[in-house]
């Protein structure tokens, strides 16, 4: 036998680690970089009662960082235990961990820091006649001593890492660190629109956010137009003209802050903010129910902006998950999900918006009245056929065209007044056989006529769905077109399915199918490819999954089949028809694959196109 598979290994001997080890240990987790270091100090801050906070840093906050606020302070006594491990003013029972509402419980990060890095902490009590110095490094402290501070408690880091250079190595050049920074610092200060922040690096001001007390209208712990006022400062103005406002509160929950809407998405998930109790957290559950509310809003890869604040019990919720306390576990996660998806999808499920609330105010002090005009742009104007078999019976803005009438409205359709305008005005002509161009108070508004339909169709359809009843619409003469044997055996087996979409699809022979009924919103030209499109999803998921979590995308591709298609001329009670259904239907401003059904191009920005007034 092998003489390596019979020597026995030596025995090794078990032994303590020395504090130190320990300290450095625990520092790769809690201070990951200095981010990590920074995210701590400030959250002390605001658990020391802080309403300033300044931050300054050098090369990145490896050089140097160094957190001061005017909270309450250490007595000189505490000093040297502040940077022990496991020092805590913030619990001191099991019960106080399970109702954890600070920032930090842990009593890690100081202790870390003073491992890695060289510490000095300066404070002054309320109480304490002057303020009180001690300093760490390699696991040593020096003996506190009196210092020059005002009340409240400054931490200096300097030299992150520098005993443990092959961990320093790791570190990124100083534009990355300072970028994690910048982004502790903006996430930490979006929390707390009470409390002034400022943030310096290499001697260069950054950051400078005065406080925005509560005002007594914005109520406990929503910061109302404090917290709007943060948000816009952090996240740019931009954010704040393309979002909507969040306010929700159920039993003992509070959702409040700010979404972005579906046609302001952005590449990356770099301005997503979530929040519980103040503190910032990413979480699967949390995660999963915002991407369900955008679900069939968003376009592609694109990904929403927000900052979202969740007020809970503190017993509630677990955030002693992960040292870095950004991780946390709901004691229900299901009604937080839930509550969260609920939220959202409510807020974005307005109609389309008034022009007012997306642009500029026009420049001219009286708005103008619009008018119903017809421009030679070659907009259809014929039997309203077409309209009745798409809108039903449904009255327009503009008086009724007659059979056979010409492109000329003899009359104007001026309103008595401005209440009565409609958000997205009444329509002028058709542009390229695709757009819709109508004129409302602001200006100018283009439609993208398919898209729009889409989604008036398939909120319709979801509506119709939800109800269990998508009325059928029975076919003069039945539409047949040849199939395979498995779409033939589909529509036998799933027939109660089919049913409950508005289908009637039945075989004429052992190869052809026939359509003798379907959604009354569907066209009987396209009767062949909705059928083949339906059969095609319940022979690949099954009936169950097609009606539950494929419902939205097959409805989706139903609507396409519905909706006007491109070079399709409309009349203008036809065009005004659907702008009218647009006021009316949750989410229009978004198609069902996310691009923006309309847009609003105002009267100043026409002005400015041909210089006007220059």
């Known amino acids: 036998m092998p003489r390596h598979l019979t020597a026995c290994a030596p025995m090794s001997t078990i032994q303590l680690l020395p504090d130190l080890l320990i300290s450095q240990i625990a520092a790769g987790e809690v201070i990951e970089r200095p981010a990590s270091a920074l995210k701590e100090l400030m959250e002390n801050s605001l658990d020391a009662g802080a309403t300033e906070i300044a931050v300054q840093l050098e090369g990145g906050g490896v050089k140097l960082l ?44 100081l202790a870390s820091m003073a491992a890695v890095a060289q510490v000095t902490l300066t404070s002054r009590s309320p109480e304490a006649v002057h303020a009180w110095q001690i300093q760490a490094a390699d696991g040593a402290q020096s003996d506190a001593a009196p210092a020059a501070h005002s009340y409240g408690t400054s931490v200096e880091m300097r030299e992150l890492y520098f005993n443990t250079p092959a961990r320093r190595k790791f570190l990124k050049s100083e534009a990355t660190e300072f970028a994690y920074c910048e982004e502790a610092f903006k996430r930490i200060a979006l929390s707390r629109p009470d409390v002034a922040f400022s943030l310096q690096h290499n001697n260069r001001m950054v950051w400078q956010l005065p406080a925005s007390p509560l005002l007594p209208c914005d109520g406990p712990g929503a910061g109302g137009r404090s917290m709007q006022q943060r948000i816009t400062a952090l996240l740019g103005d931009e954010f704040a003209r393309c979002s909507v406002t969040v306010e929700r509160r159920a039993a003992d929950l509070h959702l409040y802050g700010a979404i972005s809407l579906p046609a302001c998405s952005r590449a990356s998930r770099d301005a997503q903010y979530f929040f519980v109790n103040g503190r910032f957290v990413r979480d699967k559950v949390v995660a999963h129910a915002i991407r369900q509310a955008y679900q069939d809003i968003l376009h592609g890869q694109r990904h929403p902006a927000f900052a979202l604040f969740l007020d809970m019990p503190p017993e509630q919720v677990d955030v002693n998950v992960h040292p870095a306390k ?34 500029e105010t026009p420049r001219r002090a009286t708005p103008f009245a619009p008018q119903q005009r ?117 529509a036998e087996e799933e027939r109660a399915a089919l049913m409950q979409l508005g289908f009637d699809i039945a075989p004429l022979s052992p190869t052809t199918l026939a359509v003798r009924a379907m959604p009354a919103p569907l066209k009987q030209a396209h009767a062949e490819a909705a059928a083949r499109d339906v059969l095609h999803e319940l022979r690949e998921f099954g009936a169950t999954r097609a009606l539950t979590e494929r419902r939205n995308e097959l409805l989706a591709t139903l609507a396409c089949h519905a909706a006007v298609r491109a070079n399709q001329q409309l009349s203008i009670p036809e065009m005004n028809a659907i702008l009218r259904e647009m006021e009316h239907t949750e989410r229009s401003g978004q198609c069902n694959h996310g691009r923006p059904t309309w847009f609003q191009i105002s009267i100043a920005e026409l002005d400015a196109m041909f210089m006007r007034g220059k």
């Open 66 to 109: 160094r957190v001061r606020d005017n909270g309450a302070g250490i007595v000189p006594g505490e000093l040297a235990l502040a940077l022990m491990r496991h020092a805590t003013s913030k619990i001191a029972s099991l019960d106080d961990l399970q109702r954890v509402a600070s920032m930090g419980f842990r009593g890690e990060a």
């Open 374 to 490: 017809i421009m030679p742009l070659h907009a259809a104007a014929e039997p309203l056929a077409l309209y009745d078999a798409l809108f039903g019976n449904h009255e327009s803005g503009t008086a009724r065209q007659e059979s056979g009438s010409d492109q000329s409205l003899s009359a104007e359709c001026r309103l008595p007044d401005d209440t009565g305008i409609p958000p997205l005005g009444f329509a002028l002509a058709q542009l390229a056989g695709i757009y819709i161009l109508a004129q409302n108070r602001n200006g100018l508004v283009v439609v993208d006529m398919h898209a729009a339909h889409e989604r008036i169709v398939y909120e319709k359809l979801k509506a119709a769905l939800d109800k269990q009843h998508i009325h059928a619409q029975p076919l003069l003469i039945p539409v047949s077109f040849p199939a395979d044997a498995l779409d033939i055996a589909t």
């Open 326 to 359: 950004n991780e946390v576990r709901f004691r229900d996660s299901q009604a937080i999900h839930r509550f969260v998806f609920h939220t959202l999808q409510q807020a974005l499920a307005a109609p389309a918006a008034p022009a007012e609330s997306i642009s």
